[in-house]
Nanobody, 120 residues
């Protein structure tokens, strides 16, 4: 059974840091591409950062220079390092991954979400 599990959320003060993890497990060959999304109460889900299979990255303007997405292929894990956090970053963060299941088959998965709260 293929699973995508997020971890690392929590409560942090403004200016603080958190690192989110998105780990894929089960019968997969690799993680092809990943996007980190977030959804705040009353708002639509938005793309925060993405990384491709060859490590090209993209970021929302609101997090550029503060967030970094990177991957550890050996662990089938993608991380989101979040620095200089602001109250506006408060949201549930979701990992969305395109997984390579076989040499010719991919499938898209969502994680269960992890809460990030930035507050003093």
């Amino acid at each position: 059974q293929v699973q995508l599990v997020e971890s690392g959320g929590g409560l942090v003060q403004p200016g603080g840091s958190l690192r989110l993890s998105c780990a894929a497990s089960g019968s997969i060959l690799s993680i092809h591409a990943v996007g980190w999304y977030r959804q705040a109460p009353g708002k639509e889900r938005e793309l925060v950062a993405g990384i491709t299979n060859d490590a090209n990255t993209n970021y929302a303007e609101s997090v550029k220079g503060r967030f970094t997405i990177f991957r550890d292929n050996a662990k089938n894990t993608v991380y989101l390092q979040m620095n200089s956090l602001k109250p506006d970053d408060t949201a549930v963060y979701y990992c969305n991954a395109l997984l390579l299941l076989t040499s010719s088959r991919t499938k898209n998965y969502w994680g269960q979400g992890t809460q990030v709260t930035v507050s003093s």
